[in-house]
């Protein structure tokens, strides 16, 4: 894919930093996301001792220890990351990005490094190079599309979750992320959007009515059910941004007739934990344990969210009882499994613009969810297009990796990181661009507003809520 | 010079090989201990042993994924490794010196091929050597020894390349064979320690990938625990629990004027 080149004035706007010279000073980190005031006093020995703590408790020593010796530095990534194709600054090939932490690695956790901290004169790790890592690895978006062009076969996404995962052990992440998981952790509300339960309540009500109204049948939002099959997580963001979408999946249930369950005890599928700090991703991923544990269900269903349906898929079985753990489904999965078994009938004449499908790296990448919402799709949407390239190979929105969180980078999402996507989403010429993703479709708002570009972003069940016919007797 | 060629072919060759065979097998071996360990730490058991097999051996025999992306550069690369491979292992030269010397043999390549092959890693090195000089982002990702593996691996090739192709005088095919020999015997002992032990660790690339994904449970927590940070983790460094809730009137006002927007 060839993008057309930043010109002076974007570069300008997308890498601006905006913050004020005396903060700047203060942390002496000049890097365009907020971070909260930290230590900012020997940073490389902190450092290097976080790094060296995590590589006693974890796995990832096994992955670093691999790549630094497999690592060719054959440049054939440099075709596949968003970033670098938007930018073509050598700093931004995966390979290139990744050599910062792996060469910290191997300077001070290697025998060869350490003979030649004795042998030479390079003092180690500095200052500088942090800050170099604190910027480069939050231009990455962590959507593991470089991973299959690597034919050594290093994951860069793994290497970005690590950097992230020890840089915030010194106290660097974006501030917009660490506001959000500490409201979800310890905060009253219990959730990232700090969305109190009585307010969950009304809203979920509100919306219940609405639905009765135009569809005709009762549409519940079932709140506490004891017992119930599923125990429904979506994106905390949904209940407030996404109605269509919650609705979409309400009217869903509705038809099928099973047993789901909103709980008031936890409500929140976000884990900001699988960007930048493994204890956060375990402890939200324990909080959903015990909430599920209370309401006795017997499987997660994970809403319209990429990052949650990854979180939870593969790392609840991790950290909530191995094998014996409940089972994880996306609620795409649900929707399309439910619609092959013929219990939800879908309207084909309603949606008649041109319909196109954004895969969001966290579900599609691992060959998860590529074909279930494709085939929904193409079922009832008379006008359905492909982008180019799709499925498991599709171009990330550009605010992976919490990125689309920061929102004092926008122009770096929208200008830089979206760039490729902005390109594949015009040339399909769609109006409704179908991303089941809250990150993705924030993103892709933004996308669009920014890009002029002409088309809306909705999610699967937005479309399914409009397409779905009930049986009025039933 | 026939003494020092005597050495080069004898205890030389011998003692390098061996070398690479053992230092090779020891990280193949360490990897997967390594790979075995984090897996046993790991609470989830659940590996998609059919994807990994299944990208692992589409890099390995690259029929198709390679050529999508920089065909040109990746149809070097392919034939550059095929001659790098194949071309010493089945050489006639070579597998009559082990037969002389350990009594068994395998089957040969007809000269035609091997001399193609030959061809095929010589110009397949020069070619990525000026790829890496002038291809922007490729120069830079190269370290020292990126610029350096294509020439060194070329020279034993080449040596070989003019002393069965060419009819040279006998100093001049000595001092070849000389060079042959002694870069050949450096690379084999360089090989474990660099960048070149892919050669067998490639195979391993997915699954290690994979098991690193599986992380141990509980590890935040020891972490912080190592460093004495148990009271006070990352998130919790400033507490700021007085941000106001959102209230409920504006939620519902913002999910009418939604729909009145909508509407209109
Ligand atoms: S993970 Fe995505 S954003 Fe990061 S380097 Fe790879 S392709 Fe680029």
């Known amino acids: ?3 057309t080149s930043l010109t002076p004035d974007e570069q300008h706007k997308a890498f601006a930093n905006s913050k004020k010279t005396e903060v700047l000073h203060r942390q002496n980190l000049p890097v365009s996301y907020h971070v909260e005031d930290h230590d900012v006093q020997d940073r490389p020995r902190r450092f290097l001792e976080a790094f060296a703590a995590i590589l006693k408790h974890s796995n990832y020593r096994v992955a670093l220890e691999h790549y630094v010796r497999v690592s060719a530095k054959c440049s054939r990534c440099t075709t596949h990351c968003q970033v670098y194709l938007a930018t073509s600054d050598p700093r931004d090939v995966p390979c290139n990005r990744s050599e910062l932490l792996l060469s910290v690695y191997r300077r001070h956790f290697t025998v060869s490094g350490l003979l030649r901290g004795r042998l030479t004169a390079d003092a180690g790790l500095t200052d500088e190079h942090i800050k170099r890592m604190a910027e480069a690895f939050y231009t990455c978006t962590a959507c593991r599309r470089c991973h299959f062009e690597c034919p050594l076969g290093v994951d860069h996404a793994l290497i970005t979750h690590l950097a992230r995962y020890i840089l915030s052990e010194i106290g660097i992440s974006p501030r917009a992320l660490v506001v959000s998981v500490r409201e979800q952790l310890i905060g009253a509300s219990g959730n990232t959007s700090a969305i109190p339960v009585p307010a969950l309540l009304d809203n979920l009500e509100f919306l219940s009515e609405d639905m009765k109204e135009e569809k005709g049948v009762p549409i519940p939002f079932p709140i506490d059910q004891e017992g119930a099959e599923f125990l429904f997580l979506p994106a905390v963001s949904d209940f407030l941004m996404e109605a269509d979408t919650l609705m979409g999946n309400a009217a869903v249930f509705a038809a099928t007739g099973d047993r789901w369950t909103v709980g008031t005890g936890y409500f929140d599928g976000i884990n900001y934990g699988l960007f930048y700090n493994d204890q956060v991703l375990e402890k939200v991923l324990l909080k959903i344990k015990a909430e599920a544990e209370r309401l006795k269900v017997k499987k997660i269903l994970i809403g319209e969210c990429g990052h ?10 991790t950290f909530c009882g191995g094998k014996a753990a409940l089972p994880v489904i996306n609620i795409l999965e649900y929707t399309w499994q439910r619609w092959k078994e013929g219990r939800i009938k879908l309207d084909p004449n309603i949606v008649t613009d041109k319909v196109t499908y954004h895969d969001p790296c966290n579900i599609s990448r691992p060959g998860w969810i590529v074909e279930q919402p494709r085939e929904v799709l193409k079922a009832f949407c008379q006008n359905y297009v492909e982008m180019t390239p799709n499925r498991r190979d599709n171009i990330c929105c550009g605010g992976g990796g919490g990125t689309v969180s ?18 594949q989403i015009r040339a399909t010429g769609a109006k409704y661009v179908v991303a089941p993703c809250a990150n993705c479709k924030k993103q892709l708002r933004e996308l669009v507003e920014d890009n002029n570009l002409n088309c809306e972003i909705v999610g699967l069940h937005d479309l399914i809520y409009k397409a779905i016919i009930f049986d009025k007797q039933g | 010079m026939q003494a020092w060629i005597d050495f080069g072919e004898g205890p030389l060759f011998r003692f390098s090989f061996v070398l690479m065979l053992l230092g090779l097998g020891r990280i193949f071996v360490l990897t997967l201990v390594n790979v075995a360990e984090a897996y046993r730490r790991s609470p989830d058991k659940i590996l998609n042993y059919r994807e990994i097999r299944h990208k692992t051996i589409a890099w390995l025999i690259p029929t198709s994924r390679l050529w999508r992306k920089r065909p040109v550069y990746s149809g070097i690369s392919f034939l550059f490794h095929l001659g790098l491979i194949l071309g010493p292992l089945f050489l006639t030269a070579h597998v009559n010196l082990w037969k002389l010397s350990v009594g068994f043999a395998w089957f040969t390549l007809p000269q035609g091929l091997a001399n193609l092959l030959t061809l095929a890693a010589i110009i397949g090195a020069l070619a990525l050597f000026l790829m890496r000089v002038f291809y922007s982002p490729a120069r830079a990702l190269s370290r020292r020894q990126d610029y350096a593996w294509p020439l060194l691996l070329a020279i034993p090739f080449l040596t070989g390349y003019l002393m069965v192709n060419n009819t040279l005088t ?8 000389l060079v042959h020999l002694y870069t050949a015997a450096f690379i084999m002992l360089l090989i474990p320690f660099t960048k ?3 050669c067998v660790l490639v195979p391993l690339s997915q699954l290690v990938t994979a098991v690193s994904w599986k992380f141990p449970a509980g590890t935040g927590a020891r972490v912080l625990e190592t460093l004495g940070l148990s009271e006070r983790p990352t998130w919790v460094d400033k507490p700021r629990l007085d941000i106001a809730p959102v209230k409920l009137p504006d939620l519902i006002k913002v999910q009418s004027q939604k729909k009145e927007a909508k509407a209109s």
């Open chain 1, 1 to 3: 894919m060839k993008l």
């Open chain 1, 308 to 317: 949650a349906s990854r979180s939870a898929k593969f790392f609840y079985p």
């Open chain 1, 406 to 423: 920061i929102d004092e980078i926008r122009p770096y999402r929208t200008i830089v990181a979206g760039r490729a996507k902005a390109e």
């Open chain 2, 170 to 177: 006998a100093g001049a095919y000595q001092a070849m064979m």
């Open chain 2, 196 to 198: 070149i032990a892919h």
